[in-house]
């Protein structure tokens, strides 16, 4: 007797999705464009914007483009850039010495930024990865067996003087050494950058999504040798508690917001983050979570502008309060039609 079957019923929860003003009424997240900072690549010259195979509509580029597409993101009701050097190979050494140049190309970069657009926050990457031949986010002990934490750190610490120096308004430890958000803000503190804001990868993980971004930077050396795995630094992906101690730590150094990297995948660690603490929290969604939803809108499986704005909003839902995104520009302009 199908037709005559009638449940009563007080609650009826489809009621609030009837029509659209009523399910615009009751929507919890909205995305806008202040939710996401743009990851930007940077090279030297003058060569036009090259496109990251990998990454379509992402390119590396100059300074001048770099500067153009700054002022585009700030039109748009972009916050904020996150910019990545990619190093001539010649200028890179075991050492990543050139980390500490004080002309290198991501410190003229955050100069010609805040120049030209000093309205848009502007945060650089803390970490050795794109100047060491060897790609690890620090420099190596003697037995070339492990990332030496301290002396690391003590590198990382004069870096972000450099670059807050040079302008950067938060600066963005990548590289998940012990102790780094501390020694970083004791060395900004001492040299008179006591308004210079950290915001740190606080869960980072060692994930096979960073892919196409070492190929971006030309990083992706050390992701396979056998010499070393950044798995002695970078979280292992089965650890949940882990990603709680590693927030409060930074935290109580001094970290004024807190990272969770990658982001769909670890949702359930954004939301523990959330829950854990009440500083801001940004979630990275990385290079390779941006290429397998355009890898399969390339072949059709997946509807692009649907997909990417639903991995959004998973992110912010799940309790992130910025979002580093490839998509920010394509996801600004679409809000704002
Ligand atoms: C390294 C760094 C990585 C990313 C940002 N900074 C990758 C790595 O750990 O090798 C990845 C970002 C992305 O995949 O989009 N300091």
């Known amino acids: 007797m ?11 929860p489809r009621r609030v999705r009837r029509t659209a003003s009523l399910r615009a009424m009751v929507e919890e997240t909205v995305l806008r464009p202040a939710d996401f900072i743009a990851p930007l690549f940077v090279v030297e010259g003058r060569s036009p914007p090259d ?22 993101l700030h ?15 010649k200028l890179k050494d075991d050492e990543g010495t050139h980390a500490l140049n004080e002309d290198t190309l991501v410190l003229r970069a955050v100069r010609a930024v805040k120049k030209a657009v000093p309205a848009l926050t502007v945060i650089t990457d ?5 100047y060491t031949t060897h790609g690890h986010d620090g420099v190596l002990t003697a037995a070339r067996d492990d990332v030496d934490n301290d002396r690391t750190v003590g590198i990382l610490a004069r870096m972000a003087v450099l670059q807050a120096r040079a302008g950067v308004d938060l600066v963005a430890p990548s590289d998940m050494m012990d102790g780094r958000v501390g020694g970083i803000r004791r060395a900004l503190d001492g040299a008179g950058f006591t308004g210079t804001g950290i915001l740190a990868y606080s869960a980072k993980y ?13 990083s992706a050396q050390a992701a396979g040798t056998r010499l070393l795995s950044k798995a002695t630094y970078q979280m292992n992906p089965a650890n949940r508690r882990e990603a709680i101690t590693e927030a409060l730590l930074d935290e109580a150094e001094g970290a ?15 939301r523990d983050l959330r829950e854990a603490t009440r500083k801001p929290i940004a979630a990275y969604q990385i290079s390779g979570e941006y290429a397998q939803i355009h890898a399969a809108a390339r072949l059709g499986w997946l509807d692009l502008a649907r997909c990417r704005h639903e991995s959004l909003l998973a992110i912010k839902r799940a309790g992130a309060d910025v979002i580093l995104t490839y998509f920010a520009r394509d996801m600004a302009t679409a809000l704002r039609t």
């Open 2 to 12: 199908a037709e005559n079957f009638k449940l009563d019923l007080a609650h009826r």
């Open 51 to 72: 496109e990251i195979k990998s990454m379509p509509g992402v390119y590396r580029l100059n300074l001048v483009d770099l500067v153009k597409e700054c002022l585009a």
């Open 75 to 89: 039109k748009l009701g972009v916050p904020a850039v996150a910019l990545f050097p990619k190093l001539d190979p």
């Open 126 to 130: 803390v970490a050795l990865d794109p």
């Open 206 to 218: 060692n994930s096979a999504y960073y892919g196409p971004f070492r190929d971006a930077v030309g």
């Open 256 to 270: 004024d917001m807190l990272m969770v990297k990658p982001a769909g995948l670890y949702l359930d660690i954004i």
